[in-house]
């Protein structure tokens, strides 16, 4: 079994790598949005709850652009009930992966929610679309995660090739869009999966957030699944200080992203705030993927793109941003996981920094949660995701197995 898992991941590695460090720009080709057909389109009626299933179809799972790499997997593109921020019933799709072997350890096949890291705010950057078209850089962990025999769910989130600006960094809508992935994948029935089999929840960088805030909202919202555990990465927990560290820096378009998606999540109307360049600038982000972002807007400071020269930053402490920040915080007001959880960062990390993971582990420990946080010294924020991964596999096969969980809070 060993033996496999290596040879599997030997021959995607490389991919992969490629990928995460933005050599596939061609996902920002709007040719992409138009591959799923109908799919993605807005329901006519909903389901009555979350999780509900809207419609299904199966696809391929490649690993590369080419599509010359199958995944090892049965694959079904999925449209599910979720709410929004307000609690509005909203359509969002995902995918659910089946792994072509059976399942060899005890018990029903366990479920992995996996979150996506920043994929960019156009609809043809929905992991589902992506996965389809070999181009979704995360393709080789969620083929990890198949090799060790899970199924897998990955969510698309609000916005993200259905109708809307995705809500990037919008916390409570990003967590339940997980949560009823979860439930959606137990509803399909090609994929076999029982209500009260076991899951877990995985994420770094965007999807670290993402997970953690499903973490923190799983025992009041979806208190019937059966989450065993939680892994969260580099995890943006506090937005005020990620974003002084992104406004001129290489990852500008991350800020970019976050000022569109919480506006968006909160029906605010920035364009008060904005030049005419902040405009176009905001415009053009709408409809790109991180690669095409990353490389027509490096370095950019938001004071260039403010009415009245102010960088965003300035802004924050005022309202209504000040509130919808506060709400944004992970581990505040008393939040935790009632699961065993692992948060992973890299002291060198070049987009979260490494206090702002830190501190929310510190919060959760102080709320009483399970938490074991593991640092790494991998250069960048790419490389603190691929150091990692072993660990974040180890607790998870840990987690299905039964196996006692221990926190180093004590360390904090």
Not at 330 to 356: C, Q, W
Request: net charge neutral; charged share 15%; with cysteine.
């Amino acid at each position: 079994m060993q033996l496999r898992h290596r040879n599997l991941w030997n021959r995607v590695a490389r991919v992969a790598v490629v990928a995460a460090l933005g050599a596939t720009a061609a996902v920002a080709s709007p040719a992409h949005a138009a591959e799923a057909g109908d799919f993605y389109d807005t329901p006519a009626s909903m389901p009555p709850n979350n999780g509900d299933i809207i419609r299904s179809e199966a696809f391929t799972f490649y690993l590369d652009p080419l599509k010359t790499l199958r995944a090892p997997a049965t694959a079904y593109r999925i449209m599910y009930r979720s709410t929004d921020r307000a609690g509005t019933p909203i359509a969002v799709t995902g995918s659910v992966l089946i792994p072509t072997a059976q399942w060899k350890g005890s018990g029903p096949r366990p479920l992995v929610a996996y979150a996506v890291g920043t994929q960019g705010l156009g609809d043809q950057c929905a992991p589902s679309r992506q996965l389809a078209a070999g181009s979704e850089y995360e393709g080789v962990f969620i083929s990890g995660l198949l090799a060790r025999g899970y199924a897998v769910v990955v969510t698309d989130y609000q916005g993200l090739g259905t109708e809307g600006v995705h809500t990037y960094m919008s916390r409570e809508v990003t967590g339940r869009a997980v949560l009823d992935s979860i439930r959606a994948a137990q509803r399909l029935s090609p994929a076999e999966l029982p209500a009260a089999g076991p899951v877990a929840i995985t994420g770094y960088s965007q999807g670290g957030q993402a997970a953690a805030a499903a973490a923190e909202l799983a025992a009041s919202y979806a208190p019937e699944l059966n989450l065993k555990g939680v892994v969260a990465g580099a995890v943006p927990a506090d937005l005020a200080r990620v974003a002084e560290n992104l406004d001129g820096s290489l990852y500008f378009a991350f800020l970019g992203y976050a000022v569109a998606g919480l506006a968006a999540s909160y029906n605010i109307d920035i364009s008060h705030y904005l030049n005419a360049r902040g405009e176009q600038v905001l415009a053009d982000l709408e409809g790109q993927c991180t690669p095409e972002s990353l490389l027509k807007y490096p370095f950019v400071r938001s004071s260039t793109l403010t009415r009245d020269g102010r960088p965003v930053t300035d802004y924050l402490d005022a309202e209504p941003f000040k509130s919808v920040l506060a709400e944004q915080v992970i581990g505040a007001d008393g939040r935790r996981p009632n699961v065993p959880t692992l948060v992973t960062h890299s002291t060198l990390d070049d987009v979260i920094p490494y206090e702002v993971g830190k501190a929310m582990a510190k919060r959760w420990c102080g709320s009483g949660a399970k938490v074991r946080f593991s640092a790494n010294l991998a250069p960048t924020h790419v490389g603190g995701a691929l150091a990692s991964y072993p660990e974040s596999f180890a607790f998870l096969e840990a987690r299905f197995a039964g196996l006692p969980a221990a926190s180093n809070c004590w360390l904090l």
